[in-house]
């Protein structure tokens, strides 16, 4: 490491021990608690995380814990945060863990990413943020600080341009526990994806080649949006004669696989008469879901039937005990029991 590399850790570094952000995973960074939250924190912004972190550690406050936990009651612990299989590998994990690793989680490179839904920006975050070993973990906040810190027109998703990154940041690594995360703070309080980033307050602004040209929004480049498919559904709030709802298990593969849904079909009335014949269907509202890749539009219907393959539920009992993804549980509001 070179002079300006010592200075660039050391100004970083001070700023985040000042002026980083106040996590609850960060207070007592154990691996497990470090764990659960990059589990969370894949595609999720960390205020939507927070809340669900502090319940979830809560109720599974070890590895032991969740391993020997029912994953019916993880999924729940992770109703409206969406990308169910990331609870369900990380439940893998831990289970993993205990059988094989003495209840540990490992810290060598080899075996965290051999543990399910641990992909290599995971296995760096882990052993940096939880072990304090060398690595950076490269997320669109450090790629959008490199490239204005070197004014590269770059993509920020570009796999080569990524491992440049790495490199430039892993050349003036030091303390990897509060390094990556003090990029990662500065790229979200700081060097801004929108708008005009707060140079005047940067600790590396002595060092930005975007700043020195007054180029700093011109890097990274953009992506034109891309656009999301729609889909349209019909769904089914089945009741029985006393009020209780028809709800099943998703298939164990797919999209929100395992969690439990109202019956429902990919089309119009005409798609969901024809699955469910004989009932008789009351249009109750249009509800629109969007998830991060796909968006369901869907017509919501009301009738009094019996279905085989459904179990019946009262109104309290789904919305404590069913593992309802939020696309579903939203629905019920529609509805109120009289
Ligand atoms: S000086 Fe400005 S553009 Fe450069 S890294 Fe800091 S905030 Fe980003």
Known sequence: MNRDDTNFATALL????NHGRDLPWRKNPTPYAVL???FMLQQTRVD?????FNRFMERFPSLTDLAKAEEGEVLRHWQGLGYYSRARNLKKTAHKCLESEQGCLPFDSKKLSEMPGIGPYMEKAIRAFAFDLPAVPI????MRVYSRLE???IYPDDPKEKKKAETYFMKRLDSPREFGQALMDLGELICLPNGTPKCETCPLRFQCHAHAKGEETLYPLKKT???RPVEHRAVLLLLDGKGNIAVRKRPSKGLLASMDEFPNVLGDQEELQKAYPGLSLRHLSKVTHIFSHIEWKMDV???VGELPDFTYMPMTELKEKAALPTAFAKLLSLYSPV
Request: charged share 20%; net charge negative; no cysteine.
């Open 14 to 17: 001070e700023w985040y021990r």
């Open 48 to 52: 939507t995380v927070i809340p669900y």
């Open 36 to 38: 659960v939250s990059e």
């Open 225 to 227: 949006k891309q656009v």
């Open 301 to 303: 219907y009301l009738a």
């Open 151 to 153: 004014a590269l027109a």
């Open 139 to 142: 997320d669109g906040n450090l």
